[in-house]
């Protein structure tokens, strides 16, 4: 599943991207972190200790013997719980034989290892670097791929490791931890999860095993004891939206489950500010593009908020009838903002209209986009008027909603199965990432579609033949087709040696089994489509 997408710009990733080096104050950090994992397991054993002690206590279960139920053990066990055990946390360092990798001689590299290895991490400055934030298998990570335009060619260069299925991921320049300081701007992204913690990783630097800087508690004691309780200095639930502010750049929103809306200060990786207005699951946050102090919030009380962080108290209220699955600021009318619910409907409002100072006026209009929740939408960043909405019914949809009046250009299903991220790349004209249930991500190339071209394209743009291109996938990796191919020829070799005959005869023997198979699989498939088809 992919649940979030950003894009970073053309040129702003470094060409040669470092490799992540660990220092002694990470492995004392390791260590700490190993020990308190097995001081919480050791709670957890002598709590559900306390709870077997208290069923073997049960008069009515006394017959069963249930104490000495294990004693009776087989001698080999025995011997082998005597032997001593190694703990592998005990000293990280001492796995490492070599403090100098070049003097092992088991891992001697050439010049041409090197130059190899260093030009497939080699990022040009034409490229564009697209983050997807991801889970697969109860297993989270956020994939730095590299969107190489002139070949439509998009993959995988490096990931992170996230502890948690992430919620949003915000890219940001301003330097944090090892980097903090250093002139020039910076190359992060700001990772929201489960967790009440917010995670910042540096991009240019591969192999990192832990983020840059962490933004939260990490006291597992103190957060459960506070779970979902509103806290003035950290989060204390799940983190469902960020927002990174471009005019102070120091400043990082963030909106949880805990219903609070907070400001971290990056310079000290701390919350300067926190804010309680909303009454349920705050889902979304923004800054506002030119006011530096305005913040735009929506959260599960369906309700939107919009107000100075310098002066909490004044907030103005929308009332928008269901629960807010996005906010997003007009870049093209500043004073006007989009709300996208989980009903599937867009709501446009100018936020000047306001009566007596807090209860915000009607939408300027309703757009009734999907049948199902609206669970993302962008506006092109130089095309005035250009909306795309992503939805759980599985379509993305491009608006024109120029002049205030909506009008849907066109649908299409990218096959990403329920929509979950869609964004525009700052670079490219016309191009829209889409991210969603199945896992796959597509770039999709607006400009090569007749009907966006005809509303939205000049005279000269509507005359010229374009042919529509298909939308741009994670290429997939032919090399292990290619192993597979290889293994099933030397299995037929080993068995048959230098018999032609016998070889050929048994591929023919195989391929008529895959055949047969694929007939019967293909079978079945339609009948449970059918019955799918009419149940619906």
Not at 90 to 112: A, C, F, H, R, V
Request: aromatic share 8%.
């Amino acid at each position: 599943m992919i649940s979030a997408l950003a894009w970073v710009r053309k040129g702003v990733a470094a060409e040669k991207p470092t490799k992540y080096e660990m220092t002694e104050e990470e492995y004392a950090r390791l260590q700490q972190v190993a020990d308190d994992e097995i001081k919480e397991a050791k709670r957890e054993i002598k709590k559900k200790s306390k709870i077997d002690a208290s069923i073997l206590n049960d008069p009515a279960l006394k017959d069963f013997n249930l104490e000495d139920y294990d004693d009776s053990e087989p001698e080999s066990d025995q011997q082998e719980e005597a032997e001593p055990r190694v703990n592998v946390f005990s000293n990280i360092k001492g796995l490492s034989y070599y403090q100098d990798e070049d003097d092992d001689p088991y891992l001697k590299k050439t010049n041409d290892d090197d130059d190899e290895e260093d030009e497939e991490l080699r990022i040009f400055k034409s490229d564009n670097m697209l983050l997807v934030a991801k889970t697969e298998d109860d297993i989270s990570n956020l994939e730095a791929c590299v969107f190489e335009a002139d070949g439509d060619n998009l993959f995988v260069h490096h990931d992170f490791m996230l502890p948690a299925f992430p919620l949003a991921i915000e890219w940001m320049d301003y330097r944090v931890g090892r980097k903090a300081g250093e002139p020039g701007a910076g190359n992060y992204v700001a990772v929201a999860t489960f967790e009440p913690r917010i995670e910042i990783w540096d991009l240019d630097t591969v192999d990192s095993a832990y983020p840059d800087a962490i933004l939260g508690s990490n006291d597992k004691k103190k957060l459960r004891k506070s779970r979902g309780k509103p806290n003035p200095s950290f989060h204390t639930d799940a983190i469902m939206g960020l927002s990174w502010n471009t005019n102070v750049r120091n400043l990082l929103a963030s909106s949880s489950a805990d219903t609070t809306v907070k400001l971290w200060d990056l310079n000290t990786a701390t919350c300067a500010q926190s804010y309680t207005h909303h009454t349920s699951k705050v889902q979304a946050v923004k800054w506002h593009p030119t006011e530096a102090s305005v913040l735009l919030t929506g959260g599960y009380d369906h309700k939107v908020a919009a107000f100075d962080s310098r002066a909490p108290g004044a907030v103005s209220w929308w009332s928008v009838g269901a629960d807010v699955e996005s906010v997003m600021w007009d870049v093209h009318s500043p004073s006007h903002f989009f709300v996208a619910t989980e009903d599937g409907v867009v709501r446009y409002y100018d936020v000047r209209n306001v009566q007596g100072g807090k209860t915000g006026g009607d939408p300027v209009y309703t757009l009734v986009a999907h049948a199902e929740a609206l669970s993302a939408m962008d506006q092109h960043p130089n095309v005035p008027g250009l909306l795309v909405t992503g939805s759980a019914d599985e379509t993305v949809k491009v608006w024109d909603v120029r002049e205030n009046k909506p009008s849907m250009v066109i649908s299409r299903n990218p096959d990403v199965g329920s929509v979950f991220a869609v964004r525009f790349c700052p670079d490219e004209p016309m191009l829209v990432a889409v991210g969603g249930s199945s896992g796959e991500s597509r770039i999709w190339d607006l400009a090569s579609n007749a009907q966006i071209r005809a509303v939205f394209g000049g005279a000269d743009t509507q005359a010229a033949v374009v042919k529509e291109k298909p939308m741009v996938g994670i290429a997939a990796d032919d090399d292990a087709d290619a192993d597979e191919d290889d293994t099933h020829e030397a299995v037929i070799a080993e068995m048959y040696g230098e018999d032609p005959a016998a070889a050929k005869a048994a591929e023919e023997n195989d391929d008529s089994d895959d055949d047969s198979d694929d007939g019967s699989d293909n079978g079945s498939g339609d009948d449970s489509d059918a019955s799918m088809a009419s149940d619906n």
